[in-house]
């Protein structure tokens, strides 16, 4: 079993930077595929990023030139650094995670709001 807790949402400007963190418990974390996604009111969730347990990244096109994944295994934590924020990123973000055995896992969200 895998809890997740995203923090660092909330409101900020066109232009803007942003850090959410999902700080993970109850499993392996360092063995896991880690995600963000965001869905959009009435709409379904979208990948936003991945990172895989060794480290490799996989972005959505309409953001891997603005947003950074990364991770750090030794805090059990996983971070998106995004930047030059739009108001079409406004959105709810979710954290994931996934085990080698298949078990997916989702936190409970965090709302960003981008001001034009």
């Known amino acids: 079993q895998v809890q997740l807790v995203e923090s660092g949402g909330g409101l900020v400007q066109a232009g803007g930077s942003l850090r959410l963190s999902c700080a993970a418990a109850g499993s392996i974390f360092s063995i896991n595929l880690m995600g963000w996604y965001r869905q959009y009111a009435g709409k379904q969730r979208e990948l936003v990023a991945h990172?895989?347990?060794?480290?490799?990244?996989n972005y959505a096109d309409n953001v891997k030139d603005r947003f950074s994944i990364s991770r750090d295994n030794a805090k059990k934590t996983l971070y998106l650094q995004m930047n030059s924020l739009k108001p079409e990123d406004t959105a709810v973000y979710y954290c994931?995670?996934?085990?080698?055995?298949?078990?997916?896992?989702w936190g409970q969200g965090t709302q960003v709001i981008v001001s034009s």
């Open positions: 994931y995670s996934k085990s080698p055995r298949g078990h997916e896992y």
């Open positions: 990172i895989t347990a060794v480290g490799s990244t």
